[in-house]
């Protein structure tokens, strides 16, 4: 295992980032205790909750399970990219306005996961939103809540 740590260069937030660290730390430390974006969760560690979610080059991905060296070269965007000028997204919004967030845990995972299904299905079935959102654990809201969240949001993006 390398013990020495490496240079990293990506692109995070819409902001190019250069980090010093070991190359198999995971992004989501990196993110949180070397970058000080604490808005991706760590909730299981292992993959299997979605609450360490984030954007790779458009793709959603599990921090938990990124080495950092992963990342090189790579467009990285977390939850703190979602809202612009203190303005939340139409997903956030929705979020709020169902209580689909509730002790904020599994908060920003819903949200990405959210995002990635409503950018490739504006106008999503039921069906195809629990599917969607099946890697994403949560054990406050029932689900009901964040489906009914989802499914403003998809009413809000269609009407833009």
């Given at each position: 295992?390398?013990?020495?740590?490496i240079k990293?260069?990506?692109?995070?937030?819409n902001?190019?980032?250069?980090?010093t660290?070991?190359p198999?730390?995971?992004?989501i430390?990196?993110?949180r205790d070397?970058?000080?974006?604490?808005?991706?969760?760590?909730g299981?560690?292992?993959?299997?909750c979605?609450?360490?979610a984030?954007?790779?080059?458009?793709e959603?991905v599990?921090?938990c399970?990124?080495?950092?060296?992963?990342?090189?070269?790579?467009i990285?965007?977390?939850i703190?990219?979602?809202?612009?000028?203190?303005?939340?997204?139409?997903?956030?919004?929705?979020?709020?306005?169902?209580n689909g967030?509730?002790?904020?845990i599994?908060?920003?995972?819903?949200?990405?996961?959210?995002?990635?299904?409503?950018?490739?299905?504006?106008?999503?079935?039921?069906?195809?939103?629990?599917?969607?959102l099946?890697?994403?654990?949560c054990?406050?809201?029932g689900?009901?809540?964040?489906?009914?969240?989802?499914k403003?949001a998809?009413?809000?993006?269609?009407?833009?």
């Open positions: 295992m390398n013990t020495q740590k990293i260069q990506f692109t995070l937030n902001q190019e980032t250069i980090i660290t070991y198999m730390k995971r992004l430390d990196v993110l070397d970058l000080h974006l604490t808005g991706t969760k760590e299981c560690g292992e993959g299997e979605g609450a360490c984030v954007f790779i080059n458009g959603l599990n921090s399970l990124v080495p950092i060296i992963q990342v090189d070269g790579t990285v965007s977390t703190e990219n979602f809202a612009s000028d203190f303005e939340l997204d139409r997903i956030q919004e929705s979020f709020i306005n169902n967030a509730q002790c904020g599994c908060t920003p995972g819903m949200i990405l996961a959210s995002s990635a299904l409503l950018m490739k299905n504006a106008n999503p079935n039921e069906q195809e939103i629990r599917t969607n099946a890697g994403n654990l054990r406050c809201t689900y009901n809540k964040i489906l009914d969240s989802v403003e998809s009413k809000l993006i269609r009407k833009k």
